[in-house]
């Protein structure tokens, strides 16, 4: 384990579902980011949550929708997803002004279907 | 907004030959890099990283890239591999600043490495 754990592994689901990643760390970061994985392209930068708030959304459709509660946890709301969507989820979490911190979950596995 | 570009999106090699990873980056001022790897069915990890002084950085496993400023490159290389270096392999810049702690990767690369 790396410290930050993302729940479930692996997740199918419909277009018409609703359903939600977890991401988890305790490793005292205070800013945590969402990443897509997706075959053939780069790891795309989601959302960057710092202290709580949200600083980055990089152009992501309305239908994830994230949620950061509190420093340690990071939820990615899925809605009305589309089979293109199907990637890996990337979380990771980072100390404040440590870029070199990066501390990346295992991922969950979504296939839209 | 910064780039990446990793050339290979394949390398197949095998035990004890040399690896070098390309990767070049597009950003004109000051750059913090990285490169990182994934194991089959792992999680991202860090190999190596530069931020300032040395350009011939020195990672984990045997692993070491060369910051060339001039080139905007900073290549992993790895003179013998092992079977157990096969993997994906991703370079990744922060340019700092206002882009805070954000990290561009590039596409990656994955090496097979035959016994």
């Known amino acids: 384990e790396t410290g930050v754990t993302q729940t479930p592994r692996h997740l199918v689901m419909g277009m018409t579902n609703k359903k939600s990643l977890k991401c988890e760390q305790h490793?005292?970061?205070?800013?945590m980011y969402w990443y897509k994985q997706s075959a053939k392209k780069p790891l795309e930068l989601m959302f960057v949550?710092?202290?709580?708030?949200?600083?980055e959304n990089n152009s992501v459709p309305s239908r994830f929708s994230p949620e950061c509660p509190n420093s340690s946890h990071l939820f990615l709301h899925l809605h009305t997803l589309q089979p293109e969507d199907s990637a890996l989820y990337l979380c990771?979490?980072?100390?404040?002004?440590?870029?070199?911190?990066?501390?990346f979950g295992s991922g969950t596995r979504l296939t839209v279907v | 907004a910064q780039s990446v570009s990793q050339h290979n999106h394949h390398v197949i090699l095998s035990e004890a030959a040399s690896l070098e990873l390309g990767c070049n980056y597009s950003?004109?001022?000051?750059?913090?890099l990285f490169w990182y790897v994934q194991y089959p069915g792992q999680h991202l990890q860090l190999l190596l990283k530069?931020?300032?002084?040395?350009?011939l950085v020195k990672g984990i496993k045997g692993f070491e890239a060369e910051f060339i400023k001039s080139k905007f490159s900073f290549n992993l290389r790895k003179p013998s591999v092992q079977w157990s270096d096969t993997a994906e392999y991703f370079c990744?810049?922060?340019?700092?600043?206002?882009?805070?702690?954000?990290?561009?990767f590039g596409g990656g690369t994955r090496v097979l490495v035959k016994p």
């Open positions: 990771a979490s980072s100390p404040p002004g440590r870029v070199d911190g990066y501390t």
């Open positions: 490793l005292g970061h205070n800013a």
């Open positions: 949550y710092n202290f709580k708030e949200q600083t």
């Open positions: 950003y004109g001022g000051t750059v913090n």
């Open positions: 530069y931020f300032s002084g040395d350009p």
């Open positions: 990744a810049v922060n340019v700092g600043g206002a882009a805070g702690n954000k990290l561009t």
